[in-house]
């Protein structure tokens, strides 16, 4: 979100990709799989408030297979074959039909490309439907519907959906519709962009004063090869100690399992900064579990600390590094 803030990005922007699915880019190259659907993770910030929702267009979702973005195509009122083309024909004025050759004789049928060569010849063409041959000033030019599968002719072809996953065609009664939405920042969201931007910051300076090497909005490579996000990541070769830290505003238990598996898998300390004090029970009864350094800040003080008594002294002094940190930023403000 701090793309929307600084200008890299306007806004983001709903795409469907070539397997038919929406899509928003800019922000799941930011996320991996443990985020969920880069489209509930844009919900859930609007319904915080810090992003607004613009409608854009809607998609259409596959019946058959969850598919979205399924393809608007004509299909045959008879026999619902989708491979149904119009095409020009020449037709009786009497009773609208196609005319063909005298069946008697070995012609092929008069449509499309042969029209011209016939009526260049002045040949009478034949109706079967009437029974009649059809001089050429008689007959006309008609464009309609003709099924490939079934050799039907019609006016009106059947709306059908087609998915392009599963190959599944709907009529579009039977399919359910997805609006599609652009993101924005909200002011509620720009202020929380430069909490969050603000506080990683100033916990990797305050690191970085202390003698750690740090990287912010960063990835720990697991003992699996997977690479877990970090908001900051600190390391000290000389003390051999590391610090992972996460930065929420309201910290939720998957914050706290996600940065509890950053510690276990590089061997560091986890610590957490609330911005806004808050924290649900569930994940406080976590935090107390597991021994988490939690420092939280309201308006710029320190407000409430977990997992500091259980610490060592080494631990304390975490504490007051980040109670200088809080105290540096309320004075910016």
Known sequence: MSELRDGTNDAFDPE?????????????????????????????????????????????????????????????????SVHATRETAVVHPVCGEPLGVDPRSDGETAEDDQDEDREDRQESLYCQNCDEEVAPDERKRDRRYRCHACDARFDSPAHRLWCRDCLHTSPPADVREQPLYRYRLSTAGDQWVAE??????????????????????????????????????????????????????????????????????????????????????????LVDAENVTVVSSVDGTLSRV???????????????????IVSSSASKR
């Not at 973005?69 to 008879?78: A, I």
């Not at 690479?227 to 309201?250: F, M």
């Open 196 to 285: 969050q931007v603000d506080g990683r910051r100033s916990l990797a300076e305050t690191l970085e004063a202390r003698g750690y090497e740090t990287d912010v909005d960063t990835t720990v490579t697991t003992s699996s090869d997977d690479e877990l996000p970090v908001h900051v990541y600190a390391d000290d070769d000389l003390l051999d100690d590391r610090i992972v830290v996460g930065v929420h505003s309201s910290p939720t238990p998957a914050d706290v399992e996600h940065l509890l598996e950053a510690a276990r898998e590089t061997d560091a300390r986890p610590v957490i900064l609330s911005t806004d004090g808050s924290m649900d029970d569930s994940a406080a009864e």
């Open 306 to 324: 977990r997992g500091i008594s259980e610490h060592s002294r080494e631990d304390n002094r975490v504490l007051e590094w980040l109670a200088s």
């Open 16 to 80: 469907i990709d070539e397997a038919g699915d929406v899509t928003y880019p800019s922000v799941e190259r930011h996320l991996d799989e443990r985020d969920g659907p880069a489209i509930d993770f844009l919900r859930a910030m609007a319904d915080r408030g810090l992003l607004s929702a613009e409608f854009e267009y809607k998609v259409y979702v596959c019946p058959n297979c969850s598919a979205e973005g399924m393809q608007y195509t004509t299909g045959c009122p008879h026999c619902a």
